[in-house]
Every structure is written in structure tokens, then in C-alpha cells.
């Protein structure tokens, strides 16, 4: 009988994230092997490498890239290089998951997509509330009618903290936080398109950051095609921990998923009651992070799972790039219009 196939896997970014899912595949998908590391900053790949028992390390992506052991790659760099990454990695022929966003306007992401066909690989985008307790389930009774006509939606990313506003490039609430709750109401409302969106955002946190172009407080309010009406919103400052959640509203009913709760266990004393709560993305979604690995695996390796590819990237990046607009207008943006002004330049 031949040994299970394990898919060899190379990493791009040797960061926070990058380190966290290094981790997680290393010691949780039981079918990959990650067997090379990459990162540009000086001896970032190298430590990551040590740590975790990888074989080679890289400062170069190029040349971790013409490494024939690496069947498929995952890219944890900022999102400013994503594109231009995917386009390096499709070119090679390896299988690909990227972290959101997988590009930072429209055209980059359709870049991505003809990168992605052209050369016929596999292409999965890093949306892991799909992949998070009770998000595919909130969906799963979506689709079997038991909320009836879907109305009233909400996601909200409420992050526990902002160590350094400097460092928080302009826009990020949208393109990089925001994003994720984007995805979250398009999977939540199955079948429909959002058409506009109108913004508000301010740096309520970090104040004396607005100038040089920090949001970390903001509304969003979507209109889609079905008439569903959703808002997402997101602070970068709970004090009471990481907390993502979203619900659904239906002419039948309701779901909801998400909890920030790090565990079952309840505190019940002289001073009230008490739950201890989760404080990072990486703690809170560890098992969506390892539920979305998992599945870019299986289906690297031929056994079909699902997971958000070019299009559902596509949707979530023209509603925060709508957002920017609504910013900047101050009005309503109609996201058609929108994909007018991508598609003539």
C-alpha cells in the first residue's frame, strides 16, 4: 500500500502571519511539508527556518521558486507585493494561496486572475472567517432557507490594539482589516452582488495620526442586489480583546457565528461574571487558519475542497475600494461605476 501523497510546501514572508502559518504547517496539516522559506529582510527566513526545522532558507523568492522540491507557495508578504508575487509564482507553475488582499486595485487583481488561468494553477485567497466555528454553518443555513429572504446583515473586526499608528500604512482599515468582514457578509448572502457602499471612518484611536492618513475606526453600509442591506464596521482598539462576529437577518430568521471567548469556562464571583477572551488573530482564528491551509492542501494534492479563489478576492477588494472612494467623496459610491473607471484604464 503507498504512503498518503504530502504536498511540499515553500513560504514568502517570514513576518507575524507568516510565521504563524509557517507553524501551522508544520505541525498541523498533517499532509503538507513546508520545505523552504523565504523573506528578503536579512536573516528573517534563516530564523524561521531554525526554529521550525526547515531545510533551505531563501532572502531571494526567486530563488526559492526554482527549487523543484517546492510544489506550492504560500505568500505572506505585505500586501503591496501580493500581486506581483502571485504573477512570480503562477509563472513557476506552483499551486498558490495568498494571504487578503491579493492585490491593491482592480487591475492588479485581474493581473492575478490572467496570471492564474495562463498558467493553470491553483489560486486560493486567505479569507478564513469561511473556514472559522460556526461561519460555514451560519452559510449552510443560509442556503437551506432557514432564515427565509436574507435583509439585514453585519460583520465586525474589533482589534485589540495599534502598538504603533505610524506603522499602519493609509487605508489599511479597508484594504486590510475591513476586508475580511467584505468577504464575510458576500459569503453570508449567497447569490447576490453588493452595488454600493457609503463609508465613514475617522482616527478616533490614534488622533494625532489623522493627518498622516490613519483611519482605525470605521462604518460601512452595502446595498446589494437581492435588497439585503449590511454594515460592517471595525476599531483597532478593544480593550476587551479580538473580537470578529457577524449575523445574519432573514424574513425567518436569524444566524449569527463568531465568539471571542477563549474558552467555555465561566468566572462567577463576588464581582460579577467573567470570561476570559481571546487577544490576537492568531489565537482566535488558529483553527480557521489551519481549516483554510488544509484545504488549499487537499486540493493541491487532487482531492477537491472548497475555498475563495480570484473572484471572491475580486469582490471583497471593489467594495473596500468603493469605501475609499465613499471617503473621499464623502457620498455614496456606486461600485459599477467603480468597475467602469478599473476596466477603461
Same mark, same amino acid.
Given at each position: 500500500?503507498?504512503?498518503?501523497?504530502?504536498?511540499?510546501?515553500?513560504?514568502?514572508?517570514?513576518?507575524?502571519?507568516?510565521?504563524?502559518?509557517?507553524?501551522?504547517?508544520?505541525?498541523?496539516?498533517?499532509?503538507?511539508?513546508?520545505?523552504?522559506?523565504?523573506?528578503?529582510?536579512?536573516?528573517?527566513?534563516?530564523?524561521?527556518?531554525?526554529?521550525?526545522?526547515?531545510?533551505?532558507?531563501?532572502?531571494?523568492?526567486?530563488?526559492?521558486?526554482?527549487?523543484?522540491?517546492?510544489?506550492?507557495?504560500?505568500?505572506?508578504?505585505?500586501?503591496?507585493?501580493?500581486?506581483?508575487?502571485?504573477?512570480?509564482?503562477?509563472?513557476?507553475?506552483?499551486?498558490?494561496?495568498?494571504?487578503?488582499?491579493?492585490?491593491?486595485?482592480?487591475?492588479?487583481?485581474?493581473?492575478?486572475?490572467?496570471?492564474?488561468?495562463?498558467?493553470?494553477?491553483?489560486?486560493?485567497?486567505?479569507?478564513?472567517?469561511?473556514?472559522?466555528?460556526?461561519?460555514?454553518? /451560519?452559510? !449552510?443555513?443560509?442556503? $437551506? @432557507?432557514?432564515?427565509?429572504?436574507?435583509? &439585514?446583515?453585519? %460583520?465586525?473586526? =474589533?482589534?485589540? *490594539?495599534?502598538?504603533?499608528?505610524?506603522?499602519?500604512?493609509?487605508?489599511?482599515?479597508?484594504?486590510?482589516?475591513?476586508?475580511?468582514?467584505?468577504?464575510?457578509?458576500?459569503?453570508?448572502?449567497?447569490?447576490?452582488?453588493?452595488?454600493?457602499?457609503?463609508?465613514?471612518?475617522?482616527?478616533?484611536?490614534?488622533?494625532?495620526?489623522?493627518?498622516?492618513?490613519?483611519?482605525?475606526?470605521?462604518?460601512?453600509?452595502?446595498?446589494?442586489?437581492?435588497?439585503?442591506?449590511?454594515?460592517?464596521?471595525?476599531?483597532?482598539?478593544?480593550?476587551?480583546?479580538?473580537?470578529?462576529? /457577524?449575523? !445574519?437577518?432573514?424574513? $425567518? @430568521?436569524?444566524?449569527?457565528?463568531?465568539? &471571542?471567548?477563549? %474558552?467555555?469556562? =465561566?468566572?462567577? *464571583?463576588?464581582?460579577?461574571?467573567?470570561?476570559?477572551?481571546?487577544?490576537?488573530?492568531?489565537?482566535?482564528?488558529?483553527?480557521?487558519?489551519?481549516?483554510?491551509?488544509?484545504?488549499?492542501?487537499?486540493?493541491?494534492?487532487?482531492?477537491?475542497?472548497?475555498?475563495?479563489?480570484?473572484?471572491?478576492?475580486?469582490?471583497?477588494?471593489?467594495?473596500?475600494?468603493?469605501?475609499?472612494?465613499?471617503?473621499?467623496?464623502?457620498?455614496?459610491?456606486?461600485?459599477?461605476?467603480?468597475?467602469?473607471?478599473?476596466?477603461?484604464?
Amino acid at each position: 500500500m503507498s504512503e498518503p501523497r504530502t504536498l511540499n510546501i515553500g513560504l514568502i514572508g517570514a513576518g507575524r502571519i507568516g510565521s504563524s502559518h509557517a507553524e501551522l504547517i508544520t505541525r498541523t496539516v498533517p499532509n503538507a511539508r513546508l520545505v523552504a522559506i523565504a523573506d528578503p529582510v536579512e536573516g528573517a527566513a534563516a530564523r524561521l527556518a531554525k526554529a521550525l526545522h526547515v531545510p533551505a532558507a531563501y532572502t531571494d523568492p526567486a530563488r526559492m521558486l526554482a527549487d523543484p522540491a517546492v510544489e506550492a507557495v504560500v505568500i505572506t508578504a505585505p500586501a503591496r507585493f501580493h500581486a506581483g508575487l502571485v504573477e512570480q509564482v503562477a509563472a513557476a507553475g506552483k499551486a498558490i494561496f495568498c494571504e487578503k488582499p491579493a492585490g491593491m486595485t482592480l487591475e492588479e487583481i485581474d493581473r492575478v486572475h490572467r496570471a492564474v488561468e495562463a498558467n493553470g494553477v491553483l489560486f486560493r485567497i486567505g479569507f478564513n472567517r469561511r473556514f472559522a466555528d460556526g461561519f460555514p454553518q /451560519a452559510r !449552510a443555513a443560509i442556503e $437551506a @432557507g432557514r432564515i427565509g429572504t436574507p435583509q &439585514l446583515l453585519r %460583520s465586525t473586526t =474589533r482589534d485589540p *490594539g495599534l502598538a504603533n499608528p505610524a506603522a499602519v500604512a493609509p487605508w489599511t482599515i479597508f484594504l486590510e482589516t475591513l476586508i475580511h468582514d467584505f468577504d464575510t457578509l458576500n459569503f453570508l448572502n449567497p447569490g447576490a452582488r453588493a452595488v454600493q457602499v457609503h463609508a465613514a471612518a475617522d482616527a478616533l484611536v490614534a488622533p494625532d495620526f489623522r493627518d498622516a492618513g490613519l483611519l482605525d475606526t470605521a462604518v460601512v453600509t452595502i446595498r446589494y442586489d437581492n435588497g439585503a442591506i449590511a454594515t460592517a464596521e471595525a476599531s483597532f482598539s478593544a480593550a476587551y480583546g479580538y473580537d470578529t462576529r /457577524a449575523e !445574519a437577518f432573514g424574513s $425567518a @430568521g436569524m444566524v449569527t457565528a463568531g465568539d &471571542l471567548a477563549a %474558552s467555555s469556562m =465561566r468566572y462567577y *464571583g463576588s464581582e460579577g461574571i467573567g470570561i476570559d477572551t481571546v487577544r490576537a488573530d492568531t489565537q482566535s482564528m488558529r483553527g480557521a487558519y489551519t481549516g483554510e491551509l488544509q484545504a488549499f492542501t487537499d486540493t493541491a494534492l487532487g482531492h477537491r475542497a472548497p475555498g475563495p479563489g480570484v473572484g471572491a478576492a475580486r469582490d471583497a477588494l471593489r467594495i473596500a475600494l468603493g469605501c475609499i472612494e465613499s471617503c473621499r467623496t464623502g457620498a455614496p459610491v456606486t461600485l459599477d461605476a467603480l468597475d467602469a473607471v478599473g476596466a477603461a484604464r
